[in-house]
């Protein structure tokens, strides 16, 4: 009888050593399970989930949203208080006004500068006509006086006249040039007055900015993780409010380098899910890695130092996941899979 339980004992011993060996050849894909199919566990859900944050400091004033809620394109999902930047908005478009003003007046001074140059053109005209008069009684003088015929009162009344003409028609003139520089002037101002203007219409734009910056909304569709944002806290810039999931997944597989061979792009794939109790999806393999995943690391390997120790490398695999299938608004970013691809040799 106890030769009779040995034999058991060890019959027993070597079917569990049998299996356990097995188990590990069927894990690590080995012979003779080395077929068709390459299987990796190694490979995750993912999704790109944004955090939202805001772009300026405020308390928060609303919050009408709450954890896993689904939302659309545009909805509210944090509301800051906007009493300061509302006043800053209203604050920059009075300045705007002042700054456009001031354009304006300055567009009624070059009006009146060019006025100003034709009066004092119109008075060298004047000026000119009045020293033609002025010359001719001078000369009309000088020739009674050669003949003796004028007295000595009406020759120095005449180049008094004479002089005075002469006078009028410079301060005339200079009139005119100091109507062109006072025309340059407002022109030249006119230039700051226009950067101002457009000074103010950025300042108008950058209030207007962060008041709407304010107003925290969807980027896209999509469900919202946990909500950490709340009523009176106060935020400032890069403070996380809240997560956002687009409803866009797909799978990263992580097969080593020795399972790539047959693998291409566009090839069926199959993949359970853990979560799910093994429920079968399938998809399409979308691209390649350009690099193993090591090569992504913050610190990567130097395999030119110390003793070195052969490792199989990983590369990313990205999966698209085929449209239509049932429960594939359960395939949650960080769920894990199990995916298997029919390897195409030649």
């Given amino acids: 009888m106890t030769r009779i339980f040995r034999s058991l004992s ?20 080995l012979p003779p399970f080395d077929g068709a199919t390459e299987r990796t566990d190694d490979a995750y859900i993912q999704g790109q989930v944004t955090l939202l944050s805001p772009q300026l400091s405020a308390l928060v004033a609303d ?26 908005l209203a604050q920059a478009e009075a300045s705007l006004k002042a700054a456009q003003a001031a354009l304006d007046a300055n567009a009624q001074a070059q009006k009146t500068a060019q006025a100003n140059i034709g009066s004092a053109e119109a008075g060298v005209a004047s000026a000119k006509a009045s020293l033609e008069n002025a010359q001719s009684q001078w000369e009309r003088i000088e020739r009674l006086k050669a003949k003796e015929l004028s007295t000595g009162t009406d020759i120095d009344k005449a180049r008094a006249t004479l002089d005075q003409a002469k006078s009028a028609l410079d301060q005339a003139s200079a009139g005119v040039e100091v109507a062109k520089e006072a025309l340059q002037t407002t022109i030249v101002n006119r230039r700051s007055l226009e950067a101002n203007v457009a000074a103010s219409e950025a300042s108008r734009a950058l209030a207007q900015i962060n008041l709407d910056n304010t107003r925290i909304t969807a980027p896209r569709d999509g469900t919202l993780g946990q ?24 799978v990263i597989a992580n097969y080593k380098e020795t399972q790539l061979d047959g693998l291409k792009q566009g090839q069926k794939v199959t993949f359970t899910v853990d979560a799910l109790d093994g429920e079968t ?51 949650v970013p960080g769920l894990s899979v199990v995916t298997r691809i029919e390897a195409q040799n030649g």
Avoid: C, H, M
């Fill in 227 to 250: 909500v950490k944002a709340r009523e009176g806290q106060y935020v400032s810039p890069g403070t996380q409010l809240v997560a956002l999931v687009p409803d866009n997944r797909w």
């Fill in 10 to 29: 060890a019959y027993l011993t070597l079917a569990i050593g049998i299996g356990g060996i097995v188990t590990l050849l069927f894990a690590w894909n």
């Fill in 281 to 331: 999806f399938t998809g399409r393999i979308e691209s390649f890695s350009p690099a193993s995943g090591s090569q992504f690391s913050v610190i990567t390997p130097d395999n030119a130092t110390g003793n070195f120790t052969k490792v199989a490398q990983r590369v990313p695999v990205r999966i698209a996941i085929d449209p239509g299938q049932p429960d594939l608004d359960k395939l």
């Fill in 63 to 88: 919050v009408p949203v709450t954890d896993f809620q689904p939302v659309k394109e545009g909805d509210l999902l944090v509301r800051l208080d906007d009493r300061i930047y509302r006043e800053q």
